[in-house]
Nanobody
Framework: QVHPVESGGDLVQPGGSLRLSCSAS????????MAWYRQAPGKQRGLVAT???????HYIDSVKGRFTISRDNDKNTVFLQMNSLEPEDTAVYYC??????????WGQGTQVTVSS
């Protein structure tokens, strides 16, 4: 089993933008939905956004209107476009299936730091 590979994180000023990418195995990508999760320092990992195989999306309230999740089914890749970034968005971002299954491996994530 291969873990997802996330990329695109960086240090950005408040109000800036980033686009995260996640490459996953075909078996993982065939799940009901894919999602982005994040873990801020000292906090548990939590859900950020989900996208179904048909493109239906869901966001947590704090990122609605700022983040956009999308997927490329041909390339088994999930994206997270993040605009108007805030310091509270600072975290390590991960992708995985949704709902998360304990048999799924986590990748190393990608660090997003929002700071002036």
């Amino acid at each position: 089993q291969v873990h997802p590979v996330e990329s695109g994180g960086d240090l950005v000023q408040p109000g800036g933008s980033l686009r995260l990418s996640c490459s996953a195995s075909r078996s993982l990508f065939s799940a009901e939905a894919m999602a982005w999760y994040r873990q801020a320092p000292g906090k548990q990992r939590g859900l950020v956004a989900t996208v179904t195989g048909r493109g239906r999306t869901h966001y947590i309230d704090s990122v609605k209107g700022r983040f956009t999740i999308s997927r490329d089914n041909d390339k088994n890749t999930v994206f997270l476009q993040m605009n108007s970034l805030e310091p509270e968005d600072t975290a390590v971002y991960y992708c995985n299936q949704f709902p998360y299954q304990s048999t799924s491996l986590w990748g190393q994530g990608t660090q997003v730091t929002v700071s002036s």
